[in-house]
């Protein structure tokens, strides 16, 4: 909308006055704990102060690499059991969730502007990001690439926007990949 | 200095009411956005209990406007508060951009005739929001 009104203005000088908001769904409370380190930005998240946290083991987010669930699963029963025995125990919420584990479900909205989106795709897109958040700016670069394809074909790990790898040492020696992968028509 | 409001983020004040009810609810936002997008009573009614001091429930939009006025006058605005965006276009034009936070806050913060234009045409855009209104600056 705002490109029609400005056509001659650059998508780089409009990134600034874009804003995209999301519902940010079922995630790890790991998962938003990394999202709340990109400061420009704004969130509005599920308050573990006034919703109690029922059914816990049905509301985690379990990793892929967990091979022994039965530890898993009862550690996350054993802090379902302690979280339940506190609230009953007159224990106000914003306390007995100190006992819940980093799996625990949220929910939230988070609203980026197109320069902060592109950064957060730049890092979380990124091979050595973690599974959970690079899956969920896998999917936040999907909607926006259906929304704006002019905009946002051009967005994706660093390695893809830049035409190198800015992580040095660090880097997951999968560039040529990474790039093919988030080439439109590529292999997604 | 003169204020046009050229683009908005829609539905502002259901987008509002959905992340008060998101920090609250054990609903899912997305869920309560769609509900509440045809009730325009019940958008109204929620975001009339807003609190200012949650201010990050006025962040979730976007308002855009083109903005004449001098360097002076810009650099001014740019001095008192951090979080109006400007590009210029030409020499006395520029594009403004900012939340309802921003506004709402620079506006009770100050009064100007940039933050009196910017409170006016944000109420056009979230009338419900009675941090706008002239008593509550």
């Known amino acids: ?188 | 200095m003169r204020l046009e409001l050229v683009a908005h983020t829609p539905n502002v004040e259901t987008m509002i009411a959905t992340s008060m009810l998101t920090t609250t609810s054990g609903a899912q936002p997305g869920t309560l956005y769609d509900r509440l997008l045809n009730k325009p009573g019940k958008v109204k009614e929620i975001v009339g209990r807003a609190e200012v001091q949650h201010g990050n429930i006025l962040e979730h939009n976007c308002l855009v406007w083109l903005l004449e006025a001098t360097d002076g006058e810009v650099l001014e605005a740019a001095l008192d508060t951090s979080f109006l965006k400007f590009t210029r276009l030409d020499e006395n034009l520029w594009l403004l951009s900012g939340n309802l936070r921003t506004v709402v806050e620079y506006a009770q913060r100050k009064k100007t005739p940039l933050t009196d234009a910017l409170a006016a045409s944000a109420k056009n855009v979230a009338p419900d929001i009675r941090f706008l209104e002239e008593e509550e600056r």
């Open chain 1, 1 to 188: 909308m705002l490109k029609e009104k400005f056509p001659t203005l650059g998508w780089r000088r409009l990134l600034p006055h874009l804003s995209y908001t999301f519902a940010v769904e079922k995630v790890s409370r790991a998962c938003s704990h990394q999202l709340v380190r990109h400061r420009v930005a704004s969130f509005s998240q599920q308050s573990q102060r006034y919703i109690t946290v029922k059914r816990l083991k049905e509301r985690v987010v379990t990793p892929p690499t967990v091979d022994d669930m039965d530890a898993f699963r009862g550690l996350v029963m054993e802090a379902s059991d302690a979280y339940q025995t506190l609230v009953d125990a007159g224990v106000p919420k914003e306390d007995a969730r100190f006992v819940l584990p980093n799996a625990t479900e949220t929910s939230l909205l988070m609203t980026m502007t197109g320069s902060a989106l592109f950064h957060f795709y730049g890092l979380r897109c990124c091979n050595r990001a973690q599974w959970e958040i690079r899956g969920l700016a896998d999917a936040m670069l999907a909607q926006c690439r259906d929304a704006e394809p002019e905009l946002f074909d051009n967005a994706g790990p660093y390695c893809y926007m830049l035409g190198y790898c800015p992580e040095g040492r660090f880097t997951c020696g999968g560039m040529e990949e990474a790039v093919e992968r988030y080439t439109p028509g590529g292999r997604g």
